[in-house]
């Protein structure tokens, strides 16, 4: 398109005042906000400017008022209505990072309830109407819980890895199995954040390697700590070698050096003793780690939040920390997270009163049922074409939790006459709230490990959902 052309095109866009004098506008404007709208209309038009500007082709049509107008209403529709949608998580990954990990407990529920809509106690003493500690009951809770003789809270558990050793290694060097440089999703890559904490990264051993010598000759005068990570999503397998905690601790008190460990999902309940469990936080510090670092919304099955638990000395040093402000969970993050951890107080009833432990720990005849009664549903539901069957299927803790460990689950397949799979993903995931199932095999699953009411994974309209496609 040449100048002349858009310039012709330019000059044809109305004004705003014109577009906010138009009916369905004013409309708009008296429902929602003047000013929203006529936001709203600045911004199409400045688009439609530079559209006009950048365009190459052929002469675009004349830009219509009725055009304009629907876009203006597009976007005004957009920033009132878009909230989070509930998803219903029937993909066998019980702690899925990316619909928000694990679901809360209804007594934490509760407690967010009560800190969101109010003020509370949050760092206020009550009995001597001073300020008090910010992380003073969830510290007493995890005290009790871990052995751990002092404890805070941050917002995850990257924050929590950040604080640690900027506090006790900051300008020195902190030694790191090759094995051991992990990249979680979401990017957290350790050597990135040891760096970022001001820290330098000294690297030992190989990859699938590291002998107690590797870590005794890379101990100097410049070492301020040995670190260990828990190598949360994957497995090195074959001619392996690693240095256990408990004498990587020995190597440590030789030479008068703390060990931090990152537990990642750190475990608080014994949920599956053995190779594959997850070593629990109370064991790492029994086992010597002087600091150890996990996270709230994993195998804990709280909100997200990153706790450190250790010797008193460090952890009250990591308190000190100007960090800790910067990095201090909110109001209802601590509330959720202390009705979380009260519910650990009695361990005969947590894997029933936590979601995620249900989720993970139920019987699998439990959930061969929810799927039973998932299927007879959505028989009912579905038109013709529609098969479904209840299948084997396996189910992952997730958020690199209980790595390379799959637990045994049940499944309702769902098939279709002429929609494949990916149409059927799609089409349940469309439903509100979103049904996220998961392809597997070339089948569409819906793993009921997760899933408390089988009514829940049945779609309204499912044969017009997947016309409509
Ligand atoms: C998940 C994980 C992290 C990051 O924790 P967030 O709470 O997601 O910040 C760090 N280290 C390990 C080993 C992990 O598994």
């Keep these: 398109m040449g100048e002349k052309e858009k310039n012709r095109s ?10 906010l004098r138009e009916p369905a506008l004013e409309q708009e404007a008296a429902l929602h906000s003047p000013a929203l709208v006529a936001g709203a209309a600045r911004d199409v038009l400045a688009a439609l400017r530079s559209e006009i500007l ?84 969830v510290e007493a809770l995890l005290k009790r819980l871990t052995g751990a003789e002092a ?17 006790l290694a900051e300008g020195r060097e902190v030694v790191v199995s090759r094995g051991e440089l992990i990249e979680i999703g979401g990017s957290f890559r ?26 005794e000759s890379a101990t100097g005068p410049q070492t301020a700590l040995l670190f ?35 537990l990642g ?37 709280g909100p997200q939040a990153g706790l450190i638990c250790g010797k008193k000395e460090l952890v009250d040093r ?19 997270l202390e009705a979380t951890l009260r519910l650990y107080l009695n361990m005969d009833t947590v894997t029933s009163r936590v979601p995620a432990l249900r989720y993970l720990t139920r019987p699998l005849d439990e959930v061969e049922e929810a799927a039973r009664k998932a299927c007879a549903l959505m028989k009912k539901a579905f038109g013709d074409g529609f098969t479904v069957e209840v299948v084997d299927s396996k189910a992952v803790a997730g958020a690199g939790a209980l790595p390379g460990r799959s637990i045994p689950s049940k499944a309702v397949a769902v098939s279709h006459a002429s929609a494949g799979p990916d149409k059927l993903f799609a089409a349940f995931l469309s439903n509100r709230p979103a049904i996220l199932g998961r392809v597997h095999d070339g089948r569409f699953l819906i793993d009921m490990r997760a899933i408390d009411d089988p009514a829940d994974v049945v779609p309204a309209d499912l044969g017009s959902r997947l016309a409509g496609e």
């Design 190 to 215: 350790l050597p990135e954040i040891i760096v970022k904490s001001g820290c330098l990264l000294k690297e030992v051993g190989t990859t699938n390697r590291t002998h107690e010598r590797d870590y």
């Design 265 to 301: 999902s750190g475990s608080l309940a014994n949920l599956f003793p053995g190779r594959d469990g997850e070593p629990t936080v109370a064991q790492s510090l029994a086992n010597g780690a002087s600091v150890v670092t996990f996270s709230g919304d994993k195998l804990l099955g």
């Design 318 to 336: 990591i308190r000190k920390n100007p960090l800790k402000r910067a990095l201090r969970a909110d109001k209802m993050t601590l509330a959720a």
């Design 54 to 137: 950048s365009f190459e082709g052929a002469a675009p049509g004349a830009v219509s008022m009725e055009g304009i107008v629907a876009r203006v209403k597009e976007e005004v529709a957009t920033l009132v209505s878009t909230g989070a949608v509930r998803v219903v998580n029937a993909s066998g990954t019980v702690l899925h990072t990316n619909i928000g990990r694990a679901v809360l407990a209804k007594e934490a529920i509760d407690a967010v309830l009560l800190a969101a809509s109010g003020n509370t106690d949050l760092e206020f003493d009550l009995s001597t109407g001073e300020r008090g500690e910010r992380d003073a009951r």
């Design 151 to 167: 404890a805070c809270v941050v917002n995850n558990n990257a924050a929590a890895v950040l604080i640690t050793l900027n506090t």
């Design 228 to 262: 260990k990570a828990h190598t949360s999503n994957y497995r090195v397998v074959g001619f392996t070698t690693s240095v256990g905690l408990g004498r990587l601790a020995e190597i440590a008190a030789a030479n008068g050096l703390p060990v931090v460990e990152d």
């Design 10 to 19: 330019l000059r044809g866009l109305p004004s705003v005042d014109a577009v």
